[in-house]
């Protein structure tokens, strides 16, 4: 399967507990974004990160939330003691070149929700 | 701030008709526009693109338009399909920078 690979495709977690949310982009990517979905709203941005280096996080809150894109092995986005406004659908998606005139291809998100 | 606005949840079409899916936009500088399509419990798919130099794409079925100065773009398929069923998504960005705008989504709905 050449396409964004996200795991789990579900995750529960009670609250407090730690969240890791994993994304392996397209072959030959490596660019990654990482997108919230709230229920009844569109995507929102949340960081965009090239291997090692995180490029932009202006969409990511700033406590309790963390990404990283290791030179070898996925893009993980971490989420600590989680809280229940954090159950949403995280979806990853990569694209070769970082330019904004190139579609971005989707992951099929990871459902998480917090007891 | 809702940079790109989908008014419509929803829309109901017999197969064979015309979809008209409308998207709005507040930020001048966006240049790039995209139209994704969704299934439930499946990440988005990229169906048609449009960069600001053009004012129409077509792709099969599927074309977008775009009027610049009125801030909007519209996605029509025709004929429709009942596969066309999908949830919508409209998304805007400006070449170089990294934050795709989305739209909320309009549920498109295609009865046989």
């Known amino acids: 399967n050449a396409g964004v690979m996200q795991n789990p495709r579900h995750l529960v977690r009670r609250r407090g507990q730690e969240a890791r949310l994993r994304c392996s982009p397209m072959k030959g990517h490596s660019h990654v974004y990482w997108y919230r979905q709230l229920p009844e709203e569109g995507l929102k941005f949340m960081v965009y990160?090239?291997?090692?280096?995180?490029?932009?996080e202006s969409g990511m809150p700033k406590e309790r939330f963390s990404a990283e894109f290791p030179k070898e092995g996925p893009s993980i986005l971490r989420i600590q003691q989680v809280v229940r406004g954090d159950s949403a659908a995280y979806f990853c998606?990569?694209?070769?070149?970082?330019?904004?005139?190139?579609?971005?291809?989707f992951g099929d998100g990871t459902r998480l929700s917090i007891l | 701030d809702q940079q790109v606005k989908q008014n419509s949840p929803s829309l109901s079409v017999q197969e064979g008709r015309i979809s008209i899916l409308n998207c709005d936009y507040t930020?001048?500088?966006?240049?790039?526009f995209l139209w994704y399509k969704k299934y439930p419990a499946e990440g988005p798919t990229f169906l048609i693109s449009?960069?600001?130099?053009?004012d129409k794409n077509e792709d099969g079925r599927f074309t977008v338009f775009l009027n610049k100065s009125a801030k909007h773009l519209s996605l029509h398929i025709v004929p429709s399909q009942p596969g066309d069923s999908a949830v919508y998504f409209c998304a805007a960005s400006v070449e170089g920078d990294n934050d795709m705008r989305f739209g909320a989504g309009t549920r498109l709905t295609v009865k046989p």
């Open positions: 998606a990569s694209s070769p070149t970082g330019l904004g005139n190139q579609p971005q291809h």
């Open positions: 930020n001048s500088m966006f240049d790039y």
């Open positions: 449009i960069s600001s130099i053009k």
């Open positions: 990160l090239q291997k090692e280096n995180i490029i932009d």
